[in-house]
């Protein structure tokens, strides 16, 4: 298998089973909305939703995984017209894909016990709080900090560099490149969602586009797939 093939089998795989985890966490786990709900609420569906939610949350964790070879493979691509942005790109699309991982990490490894500690009819009401508080402690660090403003930001970043390298590559026509570029500037727009004067209650604008622009994300790795297998 070539290192094109490679690229292209991952720009397609990546964004289907990132899409069909979401899909999954939408319906067991009513994702992403319970995110804003209160702490209580999402321990109890968590601890309801069984071995089953976990493993799609293990699954959905493993996609942001996928993308650092995904960057490199693709960064490899590029690299063949001697395009100065690629070493720069690749680093970036790594570390978007360690920094999504540590923000989903927490939900199979770190949520079911605190899930289990708070609904357990022997624990405490001290106990519970207590519970709440770290959950609420590494929601707003790992979840919101990390795995949103740092992921989506280097994920902005990583997508605009690719666009451009597109608009100079012998693999992709120019059309390709300009809606990564769009996409990627969007994306870097999105992770301020919770920074500034938004921190508290969260940019409203931000929160509407991400989901959209993630979409519009997923197409364009597709039809860029799509468009290096057939080439």
């Not at 995904?70 to 720069?88: E, F, R, S």
């Not at 690749?90 to 939900?107: E, P, S, T, Y």
């Not at 026509?173 to 508290?200: C, D, H, M, N, Q």
Request: hydrophobic residues 55%; proline residues 5%; contains cysteine.
């Amino acid at each position: 298998m070539t290192v094109e093939t490679a690229a292209g089998v991952f720009l397609i795989f990546l964004p289907l089973a990132f899409n069909g985890f979401f899909l999954l966490l939408g319906r067991r786990f009513d994702y992403p909305d319970i995110l804003r709900r209160p702490t209580e609420e999402i321990l109890n569906r968590f601890e309801a939703g069984g071995v089953g939610l976990k493993l799609v949350w293990y699954g959905f964790m493993l996609t942001a995984v996928l993308f650092a070879p995904l960057a490199v493979l693709v960064g490899q691509v590029l690299a063949g017209d001697d395009i100065a942005v690629m070493p720069t790109a690749i680093v970036v699309g790594v570390l978007a894909a360690v920094v999504q991982f540590l923000g989903l990490a927490r939900w199979p490894f770190l949520v079911p016990a605190l899930a289990r500690t708070y609904t357990d009819p022997a624990s405490t009401p001290v106990t519970r709080e207590v519970t709440k508080a770290v959950f609420d402690t590494f929601h707003r660090y790992l979840g919101v900090g990390v795995g949103e403003c740092l992921g989506y930001l280097l994920t902005g970043i990583w997508s605009v560099l690719i666009g451009v390298a597109m608009l100079h590559s012998s693999l992709f026509e120019a059309w390709l490149g300009w809606p990564g570029i769009i996409i990627g500037l969007l994306l870097v727009v999105g992770s301020f969602e919770f920074v500034g004067r938004f921190e508290e209650q969260g940019w409203k604008f931000a929160g509407t586009i991400v989901p959209i622009t993630y979409i519009a994300w997923s197409i364009w790795l597709i039809v860029s797939g799509v468009v290096l297998l057939l080439g």
